[in-house]
């Protein structure tokens, strides 16, 4: 296991259709977060979990979105009816809780919504 | 939100020269880390400065960091067209160092 990795890496949807991305941390990270990046911008908060228990969420995370992380192992971000505004950068990270707070990002999974 | 404002938001140099690049931030901090993120990749850590630090280097990298006036700054030496990339300072706002908080970033350009 050499890193995070995030699936699938480039995805094209039309509108109001559902996706669903893929996360898998370092296996011994017990720490999961997500955010959005679009183009531009710095990376955004979208929630994050502390083994299976989801610990918090940003406003950005409409009820569109809903993560889960049910073996405390790898993560799914499911985002429904996708809108055009939802097109960006997913990028997953993860942490060993107790650490300096270092995040180890995958190489994100690109979402184009048309 | 974003916590932190990367200053300036591009920069373009000449290979050898010297990059400075400087985050400003809000509130109170535990950490502030530094990330470099290559065109389409994920981010990766560069350094951490913890808020009773001044001053941190690792290799060609010098961090520092002014709690006063709530700023950081990030010096890369002798740059190389390989340093091309996007800066971003992210900042730990709680005890538990979670959820990091980052800015915009500074887009670098090193040409050779």
């Known amino acids: 296991d050499t890193g995070v990795s995030q699936n699938p890496r480039h995805k094209i949807t039309k509108r109001g259709q559902n996706v669903t991305f893929r996360c898998d941390p370092i296996s011994e990270h017990n720490r999961l977060y997500w955010y959005r990046q679009t183009l531009g911008q710095g990376p955004e908060f979208l929630t994050y979990f502390q083994n299976e228990a989801q610990l918090e969420k940003s406003r950005l995370l409409s009820d569109r979105f809903s993560a889960e992380r049910p073996k405390g192992s790898f993560s799914t971000l499911e985002i429904q009816r996708t809108e055009q505004g939802d097109s960006a950068m997913y990028l997953c990270?993860?942490?060993?809780?107790?650490?300096?707070?270092?995040?180890?990002f995958g190489e994100g999974s690109r979402l184009t919504v048309l | 939100s974003q916590q932190g404002e990367e200053d300036p938001q591009a920069l373009s140099i000449q290979e050898g020269e010297n990059a400075t690049m400087n985050c400003s931030y809000k509130?109170?901090?535990?950490?502030l880390q530094w990330y470099r993120q290559n065109s389409g990749r994920g981010l990766v850590h560069l350094i951490l400065i913890r808020s009773n630090e001044r001053e941190k280097h690792s290799g060609r990298l010098r961090v520092t960091l002014d709690t006063s006036k709530k700023s950081s700054s990030l010096l890369i030496t002798a740059s190389r067209a390989a340093d091309t990339a996007s800066y971003f300072c992210a900042t730990a706002l709680n005890s538990g160092n979670t959820p990091l908080v980052f800015g915009k970033g500074t887009r670098l350009s090193v040409i050779a």
């Open positions: 509130t109170s901090i535990n950490n």
């Open positions: 990270a993860s942490s060993f809780q107790g650490d300096t707070g270092e995040l180890f």
